[in-house]
């Protein structure tokens, strides 16, 4: 389990590029991750207004650390570009190491 807290320090008014960033984002976010002994990782990523869960299952031996990795996210701030966008993705592919 991990929990982190940030602050956004405060812009000039006329330089501020996202003045409600805080809104969408928060001011913090929790992430539980779980790993079995055969390999198998899920994970789940919970942030205000934004919800991650990512789950993983190992290939072959002869491929060392690969992973089938399946995400999926929805709620605000999937990106910072597109922080204040509210979209619902699905994604499918190969992750490689320990995350």
Do not use: C, K
């Not at 205000?48 to 995400?71: E, I, K, M």
């Not at 570009?81 to 320990?98: A, K, L, P, R």
Request: aromatic fraction near 10%; charge should be negative; hydrophobic fraction near 35%.
């Amino acid at each position: 389990m991990l929990a982190r807290v940030w602050h956004r320090l405060p812009e000039s008014a006329e330089d501020d590029d996202n003045p409600d960033i805080a809104n969408y984002l928060g001011s913090g976010d929790l992430v539980v991750r779980h790993q079995t002994e055969r390999g198998y990782v899920s994970s789940l990523l919970v942030r205000r207004r934004f919800v991650q869960l990512d789950w993983a299952t190992p290939l072959r031996a002869t491929l060392g650390t690969a992973r089938l990795h399946v995400q999926l996210s929805s709620g605000y701030g999937e990106t910072l570009i597109d922080y204040n966008h509210n979209q619902t993705t699905i994604g499918v592919g190969v992750s490689f190491g320990d995350w």
